[in-house]
């Protein structure tokens, strides 16, 4: 059973960046998808980005060409990096790893969260 620490939360100016990181407990190149998640205050959780191991990405439309999602399958380790933040990005912000395939998904596995808060 994988484990996943998130890190990198913060208060943030509008327009400011942040990088989150995801550390998992064991070798990421066996995880088929990789993603970061958010939830708001009184909103159901929301995807952010997703990343295959063949490094397919997809994000939710609210932050493309904000955010970046990777992974450094040497280091264990998934990234967000956060550009032009705004307020309505503030939110708890979940790793989720996926094994399996694209044809069906064995297990799923979450992280207990970072804030980010993007306040003047």
């Known amino acids: 059973q994988v484990q996943l620490v998130e890190s990198g939360g913060d208060l943030v100016h509008p327009g400011g960046s942040l990088k989150l990181s995801c550390a998992a407990s064991?070798?990421?190149?066996?995880?088929?998808?990789m993603g970061w998640y958010r939830q708001a205050p009184g909103k159901q959780r929301e995807l952010v980005a997703t990343i295959t191991n063949g490094r397919l990405t997809n994000y939710a439309d609210s932050v493309k060409g904000r955010f970046t999602i990777s992974r450094d399958n040497a280091k264990n380790t998934l990234y967000l990096q956060m550009n032009s933040l705004k307020p309505e990005d503030t939110a708890v912000y979940y790793c989720n790893a996926q094994f399996g395939t694209i044809l069906i998904i064995r297990s799923t596995y979450w992280g207990q969260g970072t804030q980010v808060t993007v306040s003047s």
């Open positions: 064991e070798s990421i190149s066996n995880i088929y998808r």
